[in-house]
């Protein structure tokens, strides 16, 4: 099959297809690219934008469409807000201890507690409370339409089928896209930031509801019809209790998803503890932005412990000692609780948390950062000091490839990438790849730093393309390791479970302490934040390959090396082509967020697009950022198809964070759940 | 009963109801199952007699049953049994309609269950046909009693009611006091105990076994199937059995059926099949068994000689088994007797080994 012939005549086809492509291009569009090959998507979406601007107050589609939602969102989040300060925070404390103890047990119920003790105690119990009313409009609007569509979408495969394009574009598409088009037909506020978390959990609540509701087996559901159960009661008594533990992880994850986008949305004006940050973050002010972060991650522990539930033996346990009297007696305790809680909270200070309780870590932090510039970043022994490898990766690494692609003709690099989707996944990557890269030449809004989109494409893609290797160098091993030692998985899976759970901008406040500002930092965060998917499915490829594989190899005695490198490592190859994709997937999700620390390019374009009010320039750039993700998912999505392996037999597209790739995989989130 | 009692080849002419019989309770007209694209076309064309394979390749379909048609009588339990992959799963579906059969009707109590609506066909699995499968098909959220009072719970039955009947069905398969636990908490065998429990707990008049002891270890296989038996003796349902285990058919069965690649090759009482086997897949299935225990006097003897010198009777329900002693401690033949206690025919030594050593 692979003969020097058959290969020659393999590869004739593209090759003469892509030369003729390239003579076309270079032909027609010329070099600098020709005038009219221009989308005018931004000064289209400016005009858009005045027009809204001038028509917001009369028009009938915001008087009667987005306006009255945005009220509704608007009066929603703010009528939680109220009711959190209604509450005090004695009594806010208390609630959360007791709803905690009830879905999630005794021990849950103490760290949820103390984790909203530390929120105040960290200063910045106000932010917090708008970031969690966000929290509980947006979760509350996923899932009344999440899991209804889930059902749906379970029960009948049509309508998965024809939902599938729109949930795989929703969730490639990296959030801040959504925020655009929100604000402008949201205006800034709460409302925007409401939907685009919306948009951005629904996918995942709809998919996790559906794939656990699937996951019930069709020998359990034949028992209902064998027994004369309706479809009705087939749904309710076996298959959304046999799907309960997966439902309600779908639930935690999707609640995980909002916080990140609700976290996010400080950049479209609605207030909360990312405003912390990014005020933090913009005055250098790390120890504020590390306050802020803390409170984000207890605040993500705490809503973990109201929605983990107990673990299945705990579970039974309580049912089985539960007692209608019981019952009541607790319902009765848990409210006096509350009621008392609220009114001693009434009577001290008058609600608002005290300032004498204060464990901010403000300017401990702030000297530390002081000391690492003034003692890591340079002359530290053999390594050299912070600055000195951000100095290095910059000089070896980012210039020399970004130069590459920004020196290579804009005709080149479409060639250049379409023939290397061609030759390693086939035709129709290919040609989705050149259309997704032609779509980026047609955008010519000028970038923040002065350069085209074009050249700030190529920029970012140097950045990630930087990012996913370093990152893909750190969890293979590291990966590898963790499938072949037990002790070793058991070791790091709490800690890639909390890396899962923290918003994306968490990870910049360390780094930044560190590395200042600039490219690198931006790449460090990246990396610390697509680790976890990359390592989590190495070791899973690996641990997927069947223990009779692996017997049958030792019995023919191959020793431990041979074995994970001729069984293992290629059955887990597929698996590990996933992780790649998750990575990219993951480092792309966050360009934006790189770009708030210097990551500079299409990150800033968006930023610079949100806050300074140049929408245009922020549409454009968001879609050239769609169009790298488009290339580089179908590219490793292709690979990891074409690679024969154990794992990854499902293809359950997940956003970032939210890695499932098959019912094993669910399953192994259900141990640590 | 309808099949007589030697054997009966089934290649498409179904064994026909004796004129003036009571309906039976279950009776299978033509039966077919064809999964994949266009079944009907395969139904009775001339692709149906293609091997599997073949019949793949041409037209992409798996026929699982094919023409296959019988009765079984009240109180009375049917036995199929086949090969992985003989299609006795998908045949024992089509009887409740889990599985829609391709053609051929089903007919229950005489009532066709083509056509029905389907609120009919919930009644008829609620009241009147329940099934035990292989897998146990226990609901893991639920305690062991709600997992048996899951039937009368779909019924709309009250708390209070199905629990009562729960805990008796319980009791009756002697799991009294484990209603508490849950199923994963269970052996195997006390899994498909419940299994058990559940499906008598509606008291249906038919009960369908698929596979039912196959996951279960030799030892606790045999207290199941002991267990059967005696609530069969007691509760005298109808009953279809799957099995590919011999012996389990030769225990439980009234009649057995032997399936292979979607068709009967052989129906009839357990005696018949195992004396006289109409091919090599029946001859193999059935080489194995201790004969001794299955055949009897009545059905190895030789038609009676007149004035023949007798050394003792037997009659003809005796097992070879216990014929054996007698046969060899006496020089001369032994007379048979039939139920009302005359000489129906004899047997000697000769016959007896004759008929250990098989292959007629
Ligand atoms: N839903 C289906 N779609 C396609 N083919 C099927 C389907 N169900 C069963 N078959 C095929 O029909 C044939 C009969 O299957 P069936 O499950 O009835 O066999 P069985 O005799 O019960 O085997 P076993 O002893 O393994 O349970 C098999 O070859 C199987 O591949
Ligand atoms: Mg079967």
Redesign the pocket.
């Known amino acids: 099959m692979t003969s020097p012939r058959s290969l020659l005549v393999r590869l004739a086809v593209p090759t003469a297809v892509i030369a003729a492509f390239a003579v076309l291009l270079a032909g027609v569009w010329g070099n600098p690219i020709a005038t009219w090959w221009n989308f005018r998507i931004g000064p289209w979406i400016d005009s858009v934008e005045e027009w809204i601007i001038l028509h917001r107050g009369n028009h009938w589609l915001f008087r009667w469409g987005f306006e009255p939602i945005a009220r509704w969102l608007h009066n929603l989040v703010q009528w939680d807000l109220n009711a959190l300060h209604f509450i005090t925070w004695p009594g806010l404390i208390t609630l959360v201890v007791v709803v905690a103890a009830r879905v999630s047990g005794i021990r849950a119920a103490l760290t949820a507690g103390v984790a909203v003790f530390v929120i105040g105690g960290l200063g910045v119990w106000e932010p917090a409370m708008v970031t969690v009313a966000l929290m509980l409009v947006s979760v509350a609007i996923v899932l009344a339409l999440g899991l209804p569509l889930g059902i749906l979408s379970a029960r009948r495969p049509a309508f998965e089928r024809r939902t599938r394009v729109v949930l795989d574009a929703m969730q490639v598409m990296p959030a801040f896209c959504y925020l655009l088009p929100c604000v402008l037909l949201f205006d800034i506020g709460y409302p925007p930031a409401v939907v685009a978390t919306v948009i951005f959990a629904l996918p995942a609540a709809i998919r996790l509801t559906s794939h656990g509701l699937r996951g019930v087996p069709d020998r359990l559901m034949e028992v209902g019809t064998a027994h004369g159960a309706t479809p009705r009661q087939s749904l309710l008594k076996i298959q959304l209790p046999v799907a309960r533990p997966a439902l309600l992880l779908g639930i935690n994850q999707t609640i995980n998803l909002a916080l990140g986008i609700v976290v996010i949305a400080a950049l479209v004006g609605a207030e909360g503890l990312g405003q912390e940050v990014l005020a933090g973050l913009q005055h250098l002010d790390v120890g504020q932005a590390f306050d802020a972060g803390l409170a984000i991650v207890a605040v993500a522990i705490v809503l973990d412990r109201l929605t983990a539930g107990r673990p299945l033996r705990a579970a039974r346990k309580f049912r089985r000692d539960r007692t209608p009297e019981r019952a009541r007696i607790e319902l009765l305790a848990g409210v006096g609780a509350v009621v008392i809680a609220i009114i001693v909270g009434k009577l001290w200070s008058s609600g608002a948390f005290p300032t004498s309780i204060d464990f901010s870590l403000h300017d401990p932090v702030n000297r530390l950062v002081a000391w690492c510039r003034d003692n890591l970043r340079n002359g530290v022994p053999i390594i050299g000091g912070t600055g000195s490898i951000s100095d290095f990766t910059v000089i070896h690494l980012l210039d020399p490839i970004r130069d590459f692609l920004t020196q290579r003709t804009w005709w080149e690099v479409i060639c250049g990438v379409t023939a290397l989707a061609w030759i390693t996944a086939g035709r129709r990557v290919a040609a989705a790849c050149a259309i997704a890269l032609l779509v980026v030449t047609g955008l010519h809004a000028d970038g923040s730093a002065g350069g085209s989109i074009w050249v700030d494409t190529m920029d970012t893609l140097s950045q990630v393309l930087v990012a996913v290797v370093i990152s893909m160098v750190i969890a293979l091993p590291i990966g590898i390791w963790a499938g072949i030692s037990e002790r070793f998985y058991a070791a790091i899976r709490p800690l890639l479970d909390a890396m899962q759970v923290m918003p994306a901008f968490v990870y910049l406040v360390p780094v930044i302490g560190l590395f200042s500002v600039g490219r690198v930092p931006g790449i460090i965060a990246s990396v610390v934040y697509a680790l976890p998917p990359g390592i989590r499915l190495t070791a899973l490829g690996i641990r997927e390959v069947p223990p009779e594989t692996i017997e049958a190899a030792r019995s023919s005695g191959a020793t431990k090396f041979q074995i994970l490198t001729k069984v293992q490592l290629p059955l887990a190859l597929r698996s590990i082509m996933l992780g790649l994709n998750q990575t990219i997937l993951m480092v792309l999700s966050v360009v934006v967020i790189a770009g708030l620390v210097g990551g500079g390019a299409l990150g800033v374009d968006v930023v610079y697009g949100l806050t300074k009010s140049e929408l245009g320039l922020g549409v454009e750039a968001g879609i050239a950022i769609v169009a790298l993700a488009v290339v580089l998912d179908r590219m490793t999505q292709a690979w990891a198809a074409g690679v024969r392996g154990v794992a990854g037999s499902t293809r359950l597209r997940t956003p970032p964070r939210v890695i499932r790739v098959g019912k094993t995989k669910l399953l192994d989130q259900l141990e640590t759940a | 009963m309808t099949t007589s009692g030697t054997d009966t080849t089934t290649d498409g002419t179904p064994p026909i109801t004796t004129a003036g019989a009571e309906t039976p309770t279950i009776s299978c007209r033509g039966v077919w199952k064809v999964f994949g694209p266009h079944p009907e076309r395969v139904v009775g064309s001339s692709d149906a007699e293609l091997p599997r394979a073949e019949l793949e390749a041409r037209t992409g379909c798996v026929a699982a049953v094919r023409d296959v048609s019988f009765d079984v009588d009240a109180g009375r339990v049917f036995v199929v049994m086949g090969l992985?992959g003989s299609g006795?799963?998908t045949l024992v579906r089509c009887l409740s309609r889990l599985i829609e059969p391709t053609a051929g009707d089903v007919l229950i109590d005489g009532e066709d269950t083509a056509h029905c609506s389907a609120q009919w066909l919930r009644d008829l699995r609620r009241d009147r046909v329940s099934m035990v499968f292989?897998h146990f098909g226990l609901l893991p959220h639920r305690r062991v009693l709600d997992n048996v009072a899951f039937g009368l719970e779909v019924q709309g039955k009250s708390k209070a009611e199905r629990h009562a009947r729960a805990g008796d069905m319980l009791d009756l398969v002697g799991l009294s006091g484990l209603g508490d636990s849950y199923p994963d908490e269970l052996s195997g065998g006390m899994q498909q105990r419940v299994g058990l429990a559940r499906a008598l707990a509606n008291d249906p008049e038919i009960l369908l076994f698929?596979?039912p002891f196959s996951a279960l270890d030799p030892l606790i296989r045999r207290d199941m199937q002991d267990e059967v038996a005696r609530l069969q003796r007691e509760l005298k349902k109808t009953v279809v059995f799957?099995t590919h285990d011999l012996q389990e058919a030769l225990k439980l069965g009234d009649e057995i059926a032997i399936m292979r690649d979607g068709r009967f090759v052989q129906v009839g009482t357990p005696e018949g099949v195992v004396a006289h086997p109409v091919d090599d897949y029946v001859r193999d299935f059935v080489r194995d068994v201790p004969r001794e225990h299955v055949l009897t006097a009545g059905g190895i003897m030789r038609a009676p000689v007149d004035n023949e010198e007798t050394a003792g009777t037997v009659t003809e329900t005796t097992l070879v088994s216990d014929l054996l002693p007698i046969v060899v401690a006496s020089d001369h033949p032994i007379a048979v007797l039939d139920g009302d206690g005359r000489v129906c025919g004899s047997v000697d030594r000769l016959i007896v080994l004759r008929a250990l050593a098989e292959d007629d």
Do not use: A, N, P, Y
């Open positions: 992985s006795k799963s292989q698929d596979e799957i």
